[in-house]
């Protein structure tokens, strides 16, 4: 839906106007879209990391913080070398056919080769638009620090992420959006933004990597509870607002369906916050503001997929079920199984994401007022394709990233030492503390 | 000579102040500090993980006086600390062998 392949929107920008006319930059477009760049890439910083940071304790609040920061550049160095050729380099590709440009793109945009600075995508600089593509890149390897927080040595979170954004992300990304010929792209998947690419795929790497890193010395017994929800509470706030950019983005033009996904990312957001708060109130008898704010995050993942084909009233429904449904994933999910995906990133984002890549199979038919499914598909069809793609991302991504944590931990310790554990990262990994009070 | 020492609810601080002032209490000492007695502590609630938080904050009150005025102090306190709520604190009188005014060297009576 969202991003076709290079060489078919080249053509097909021009095709209303004239079919032999050369594409023209369109001001309008250029100028939302650079401005939902800046607003995505304020999500992870200082969005995420605040909405993290404020969740550790005290002595490992500059860790999360140093974690994102760093992703934020590591991600963007790597894009440059050969990131953007990966995941976005149409060579190759041919519609219809499976073949090994259908996982991932070829070399031959490495360093940006044949980018100038008039070269257009979709009527805004490509320039623009490779920014843009970056800092959904970015957000979805920091999402995954949400489970590993407060034990993951730094060296090792940093050749991880390395290696998780090459051989999982880049794929993924090409897969999902790259046009014609991709293998999600072919099978008719709907992830207008990311559900799939960046939720799911994130959730699960970050439970697949919780699990092997191991629970945090003294989990569930000793008491961890979150130092500063007032971060939280300004994280949550500034991904709310992030996300606009990320949803009403992802149409990569300032036109309805910027504004649609506008709206239906707003009342899906209000809907699961609600919605977490209202069902926490009646098992617990108090609505807490940590609900409230995780509410709202899971709303804004599951309308992801679905902010370019559903309607108002579908972004209720969706909102209304992530809110109530990442509740159980976060607090009843994770105490069964015993696993300690410390700030829930699984919890909320893989299954929000999954709710989201799902509910959008149903919302996207014209007959519950989306914008309609492709020609001679429907409900229970394209909610197959969706399942598909669910089930795709949730085996691909947590097998490379097992395969990939096992590989870093041969040459580098994954954890700290316990005693270092105690004493804090802050302190051990970057010789600081967050507050000198 | 009587030390009094009162824990008392943080809040309170304030009215307990004026109280002390009003039977001529000059000075006070006064320290965060942390505990449980019959109120216990109470539980946190994030994401469905249950803390039990076993010291709540409270407010130390140190005052040196003399024998004479110890009773009024502590009914100063009492009245001004009283919320009729359970964890409203306790008072302890001790007694108090010597006081010295490190700027001048006066002792005891006149150290006060």
Redesign the interface.
Known sequence: MKKLGLTTLLLAAAAPVCAQETPTLNAGDTAWMITATVLVLFMTLPGLALFYGGLVRAKNVLSVLMQCFAITALVTVLWVLYGYSLAFSTAGMEQGVVNFNSFIGGLDRALFAGMARDSLVLGIPESVFATFQLTFAIITVALIVGAIAERMRFSALLVFSLLWVTVVYFPMAHMVWSGNGGLMWDWGVLDFAGGTVVHINAGVAALVACIVLGKRKGY?TT????HNLTYTVIGASMLWVGWFGFNAGSAVAANGAAGMAMLVTQIATAAAALGWMLVEWFF?K?P?V??IA?GAVAGLVAITPASGTCGPGGALVIGFAAGVLCYFA???L??AFGYDDSL?VFGVHAVGGIIGAILTGVFASADLGGAGLAEGQTIAGQVFVQLKSVVFTLVYSGVLTFVLLKLVGLILPLRVSPDEETEGLDLVLHDERGYNL | MKMVVAIIKPFKLDDVREALSEVGMTGITVTEVKGFGRQKGHT??????E???DFLPKVKIEIAVTAEQADAVVEAIRKAANTGRIGDGKIFVYSLDQVVRIRTGELDGDAL
């Open positions: 569930p008491a961890m509870p979150p617990h108090k807490s940590l609900g995780s976060a607090t009843r994770k105490r829930d | 946190e609630l994030y994401r469905g993980a803390y039990v938080v």
